[in-house]
């Protein structure tokens, strides 16, 4: 159960960040991912803006052609902004057979079940209103949403999506990836990893594409592969500094790498040294 949450969040974080002024409740993905994680599509994607779940981008007011278009368009992106933030409420409401506190007015349901159904029944709705860029992210929401309904039909949907190379083609590619692995197609869910780590901009973070890609590699007993990624992506984490040259602490993606690579190759491991984070004092 725990591990098909995260992978659901990671889906979801790998979309983008809707309008600052409309605070729905995100997990990173993505990009976290759906990210950044996907803000991971919040948070899920790790924290990491695009990574991550996914991974929602905020979308860019179009060109001002016109006084009337300008205050048109404004208006219009931040009416489906909105309308999607409230889709992604929905999606990650609490699920508890509890009633809600007296006077509280989140939202909660019963079952997974219902909140999946409500949840698409949202994102359609967005993308058959607003269309664009924000009804394309609409679309690959619901599609996710879906796979706990109908993994067909959501499936098939994900797999026109992925036909292209834009955001959501890309989003759409890291989520197939996953289904394919938990379906047990092991040799497709790895050829979609690799296209996606070989591309310039994933959308999802690279080091949650590779340590997928690496856990896959080990059940086909490709031991010295998987070790390699590993260590590539806990090595880069720990020697990692930021624009004024200070360390920056590992992500818990690169953690999972290096506890992965001790597992393998002990040895190995132990070449990695942390950084210790600079002192708040200067010190």
């Known amino acids: 159960m725990a591990r098909k949450k995260r992978r659901f969040e990671q889906l979801e974080a790998a ?57 048109w368009n404004k208006r219009s992106d931040a009416a489906a902004q909105t309308a999607l933030g409230k889709a992604i409420e929905t999606s990650q409401a609490a699920v508890s057979a509890s009633p809600p506190p007296a006077g509280s007015t989140a939202k909660t349901f019963k079952t997974d079940k219902e909140r999946a159904e409500a949840s698409v029944a949202e994102f359609q709705a967005v993308a058959d209103k607003f269309g664009g860029a924000v009804g394309e992210k609409a679309k690959y929401l619901a599609a996710v949403n879906k796979l706990s309904l109908d993994r067909a039909a959501a499936t098939t949907e994900l797999e026109g999506m992925a036909a292209s190379n834009d955001e959501v083609g890309k989003l759409a590619k890291f989520a197939l990836a996953q289904v394919k692995a938990e379906d047990g197609k092991t ?97």
Do not use: C
């Open 187 to 283: 040799d497709e869910a790895i050829t979609a990893y690799r296209e996606l780590a070989a591309m310039s901009d994933p959308i999802v973070s690279k080091d949650t594409i590779n340590i997928e890609l690496a856990k896959l590699l080990e059940k086909q007993d490709k031991k010295q592969e998987a070790v390699d990624i590993y260590f590539s992506i806990a090595k880069a984490a720990s020697e990692a500094k930021d624009s004024s040259g200070k360390a920056i602490p590992m992500s818990q993606t690169a953690r999972d790498a290096k506890d992965k690579l001790t597992a393998l190759d002990p040895e190995r491991a132990k070449t990695i040294e942390e950084q210790k984070p600079a002192s708040p004092f200067g010190n």
């Open 15 to 71: 979309a983008a960040t809707v309008d600052p002024k409309v605070k729905p409740n995100y997990r990173d993905a993505f990009q976290m991912s759906v990210s950044g994680k996907v803000e991971d599509i919040g948070k899920k994607l790790e924290g990491q803006g695009r990574n991550l779940l996914y991974g929602l981008a905020a979308l860019a007011v179009l060109v001002i052609l016109a006084g009337i278009f300008y205050t």
